[in-house]
């Protein structure tokens, strides 16, 4: 038989009982062992191990019980620092007047069709009136507001720090430059002051940025603004699965979900998407 016996506010231990022989053997807690603040944890890993590594001492904290004065500081510093972040930007793009968000890899080298692609994507935007928008890193990202810069244009990098990789490129207009240590509120950015989404091969951010702006789009957060995928050999496969399993087979979306990006191989081609766009609203970039 099997009982069980509270032995602190939050731990139960189970007592199995050998009603044969009347003893009663109590199973050890396997919360005995857990830190039960972030104090505890420090203590515990510099007195019985050798240092931890900072993704180890990420992942224990996530089962660390915190007593409400750590609660208290942590995370209303955090919010203090998410709202600072959502103020800076509201700030800096309220009037940056319309423009079209640019995605794409920082690993992208410069020599690389796709960054000479960005680069004249760019540039004919601002040539068709329209400021650009990046992550404000290197690789596409950098390729964007090189082209935006070189025709004059308003160049606005979205940076975001990063251990590795994300730095910002010298492409930026200096008073339209903002970094972020939040991806979240970074995104938020990127999709509240965008007429238009230019995606170029990337990797998973490309991906999760691409996916922010379909859902939003899908679920009419924002409007149906054009998004406009370039390189048919790399978007047409990912895109031909969300037809065939994501739509035929488990019906997760509907027919007309796909017809929300445009996939394209020419500059030419993703700035006419756009263009073709705002002309059935009689609308065009007034700066």
């Known amino acids: 038989?099997?009982?069980?016996?509270?032995?602190?506010?939050?731990?139960?231990?189970?007592?199995?009982?050998?009603?044969?022989?009347?003893?009663?053997?109590?199973?050890?807690?396997?919360?005995?062992?857990?830190?039960?603040?972030?104090?505890?944890?420090?203590?515990?890993?510099?007195?019985?191990?050798?240092p931890a590594s900072e993704e180890e001492i990420r992942i224990r904290q996530a089962f660390v019980d915190k007593d409400w004065n750590e609660i208290k500081i942590a995370d209303s510093w955090q919010i203090f620092k998410v709202m600072s972040e959502f103020v800076e930007g509201f700030e800096k793009l309220a009037k940056i007047g319309p423009c079209v968000s640019i995605f794409g890899s920082a690993r992208t080298k410069n020599t690389h069709k796709y960054y000479i692609m960005a680069e004249e994507i760019a540039a004919k935007l601002v040539r068709h009136g329209?400021?650009?928008?990046?992550?404000?890193?290197?690789?596409?990202?950098?390729?964007?507001?090189?082209?935006?810069?070189?025709?004059?244009?308003?160049s606005v990098g979205l940076n975001i720090h990063l251990p590795f990789e994300q730095f910002n490129n010298i492409y930026i207009d200096s008073d339209k430059l903002i970094n972020f240590d939040y991806f979240f509120v970074r995104k938020v950015m990127f999709v509240k002051y965008a007429q238009g989404f230019i995606v170029m091969p990337g990797g998973f951010g490309t991906l999760d940025e691409l996916f922010e702006a379909?859902?939003?789009?899908?679920?009419?957060?924002?409007?149906?603004?054009?998004?406009?995928?370039?390189?048919?050999?790399?978007?047409?496969?990912?895109?031909k699965w969300?037809?065939?399993?994501?739509?035929?087979?488990?019906?997760?979306?509907?027919?007309?979900d796909l017809d929300l990006v445009h996939i394209v191989d020419d500059a030419s081609e993703a700035v006419k998407i756009i263009d073709d766009f705002y002309s059935k609203y009689v609308l065009s970039p007034n700066f």
Do not use: C
């Open 242 to 256: 969300v037809e065939d399993v994501m739509l035929k087979m488990e019906s997760n979306i509907s027919p007309e």
């Open 1 to 50: 038989m099997t009982k069980l016996r509270k032995t602190s506010k939050t731990g139960l231990q189970e007592e199995n009982v050998n009603t044969g022989s009347g003893q009663t053997i109590v199973n050890p807690d396997v919360n005995n062992n857990k830190a039960k603040s972030i104090t505890d944890l420090r203590e515990t890993g510099q007195s019985t191990a050798p």
């Open 130 to 154: 329209y400021g650009v928008i990046t992550g404000g890193g290197p690789g596409i990202m950098e390729a964007g507001n090189k082209g935006a810069h070189s025709e004059g244009g308003k």
């Open 214 to 239: 379909i859902t939003l789009i899908q679920t009419k957060k924002i409007g149906a603004f054009p998004i406009v995928l370039v390189g048919r050999s790399y978007w047409e496969g990912l895109f």
